[in-house]
């Protein structure tokens, strides 16, 4: 599941870099949580929640319904 995980996360990553972001997969728990690093840009943007939750988990929730839930870590 991880690497399907990092391989959907290179689909999303041209989006953020667009903007001078980036995102990095961090780890994929026993809780079907998707741990994630948001970097550049993206690290400090105010809209970096919604980005989270209505960008990068509702793509990854469509490709993989049994993850629960995308969480962003420092």
């Given amino acids: 599941m991880k690497e ?3 391989a959907a996360l290179e689909n999303i990553r ?3 870099q667009r903007d ?3 995102v990095e ?3 994929y728990t026993e809780d079907k949580v998707v ?3 948001l970097q550049g ?3 400090g943007c105010p809209h970096a929640q919604m980005t989270i939750k209505h960008g990068i988990e509702q793509l990854l929730k469509e490709q993989y319904p049994e993850i629960d839930r995308v969480e962003a870590v420092q």
């Fill in 25 to 27: 997969f961090v780890d």
């Fill in 14 to 16: 041209p989006f953020l």
């Fill in 35 to 37: 741990l994630v690093r």
């Fill in 4 to 6: 399907n995980i990092k």
């Fill in 41 to 43: 840009h993206c690290a």
């Fill in 20 to 22: 001078g972001g980036d």
